[in-house]
């Protein structure tokens, strides 16, 4: 799988303006990538991932950017049960439609999913993001 070394530069290169889709990110183990985390935006993929830079935890990302509302929750949930060691601690949720996962089946909305102490912060950026 290809990835990109996650820097501030490669993402306003590669990620255009305003797409919206999943993300993974993770580490170079030889050459191959190692996916750690898996994630999407469905506002804006080039924010999310500026603040995963940021943020420092990892080192190198790749991205699909799609369209509407249903696919890139469906994507991330495949994404979230394809990889093994993943650091997500949470199963994918969303606060725009009423969905079961694909895969495991479970209801996929944000109500219906109980926050803990852990995922807290991840939930609040769900919550900020503009
Ligand atoms: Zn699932």
Known sequence: MKS???TADNITSLV???AKGTYHLGEMLGNEFCVLYVGRSGKSLRKRLLRHAKSGT???FNFRSCSGNRTPIIRECVDFHSFAN???KIHPTTKDSVARCPVCTILIDFESCIPTDENRLERNDYDTEK
């Open 58 to 60: 990892y080192g190198f």
């Open 16 to 18: 255009p303006k305003g």
């Open 86 to 88: 993943l650091n997500n």
């Open 4 to 6: 990109h070394r996650l």
